[in-house]
């Protein structure tokens, strides 16, 4: 993790806790005591000051009352700043106003010019905004202190909305598509969820502890799914015509996949996936510029989509 990371990560850790230890800092970065100190000294020369407790029982904890001078930041890490500043102010992120004035002290060390950069994304009400943020404290105190999280969830069935109670062993928190939510072992399902913070009912901290599962890997399961569903991984063929054909190209979709140019208008896609509910509704967006080669039950599923919208309008 960079210097810059890990310095902001000591801040965030300290304002959700409201103090820690030396170790229990280093234990949280995976670093040594002595970085720690240095990464303090960072925070502290760029104006955010981390006070100490000296003693057996001492720990650190956050105090605003030094100014800033030079924290020594790269171009590059200048120009992520910024373009973290503009996608974390205009969406739905908790502590947005915080990290706002947090980014801004850091920027003010270096008056290069600015860069234009803006991120458009659905947004939600100021009301469920403020409630996710009390979870989410709870959430990331439970994360950090391996404890698991007693909560009742709404989940979105056919029949309608259904409340059930889980107990989940929460690995972390990750924004999706202007949402906030929180990923981990669900005892319950016996395996890995996700759990969308606006649709929890209610939430507990336990003091039952948990030893997360090293094995499991986020970064692969986001680079293998179409969105967040984990469900079983399947082969996808598409025929893709212009101009949803130019459109596919310059993204991509999935780690793993292959595109053939057939013609000048139209491609090719192969991917292995997962989150079937999410690239079927991905296929229906692209209308009559799709079609399903494999599998065919997804092709079969897209049919009865299509005839269902056309009832509608009979």
């Known amino acids: 993790m960079s210097r810059i990371a890990n310095a902001l990560n000591i801040y965030f850790y300290l304002s959700v806790k409201g103090k820690a230890t030396i170790c229990q800092l280093a234990d949280y970065l995976e670093v040594s005591e002595r970085m720690v100190k240095k990464y303090k000294d960072d925070l502290e020369q760029a104006g955010v000051y981390i006070g100490a407790i000296r003693g057996r029982n001492g720990y650190y904890f956050i105090e605003q009352t030094k100014t800033f001078d ?4 790269s171009e590059s890490d200048i120009i992520a700043l910024k373009m973290a500043r503009e996608t974390i102010t205009s969406g739905n992120f908790h502590y947005s106003r915080g990290f706002e004035q947090l980014a801004y002290k850091l920027l003010e060390i270096n008056k290069s010019k600015e860069i234009v950069y ?4 659905m947004v939600e009400s100021d009301e469920v905004i403020n409630r996710e943020k009390d979870i989410w404290k709870v959430v990331n105190e439970a994360i ?19 409340l059930s109670e889980r107990t989940v062993h929460p690995y972390g928190v990750f924004d999706y598509k202007g949402a906030s939510y929180v990923y981990g072992y669900c005892e319950k399902a016996k395996g890995i969820r ?18 997360p ?13 179409f969105g967040i569903y984990n ?14 054909s130019e459109i596919v190209k310059e993204k991509e979709i999935t780690k793993n996949q292959e595109i053939i140019e057939i013609d000048e208008k139209t491609i090719l896609f192969t991917a292995t ?29 897209i049919l009865n989509q299509i ?7 009979k």
Request: some cysteine; proline content about 2%; charged content about 30%.
């Open 231 to 244: 469900d079983e991984a399947k082969k996808v063929v598409l025929k893709i015509y212009y101009p949803m």
């Open 307 to 313: 005839q269902s919208m056309m009832n509608l309008y």
């Open 118 to 121: 803006f991120n458009k994304m």
């Open 70 to 73: 030079n924290i020594g930041l």
């Open 144 to 162: 950090i202190d391996k404890h698991k999280l007693k909560i009742k969830y709404k989940s979105l069935k056919k029949a309608g909305i259904s």
């Open 273 to 301: 996936m997962k989150g079937y509910e999410e690239y079927r509704t991905w296929i229906l967006g692209m209308g009559a510029c799709a079609e399903v080669i494999e599998p065919l039950e997804l092709k079969a599923d």
């Open 194 to 211: 996700f759990f969308k913070l606006s649709r929890v009912d209610s939430y507990n901290k336990t003091e039952d502890s948990f030893e």
């Open 213 to 225: 599962d090293n094995k499991f890997d986020f970064q692969n399961l986001m680079n293998t799914s």
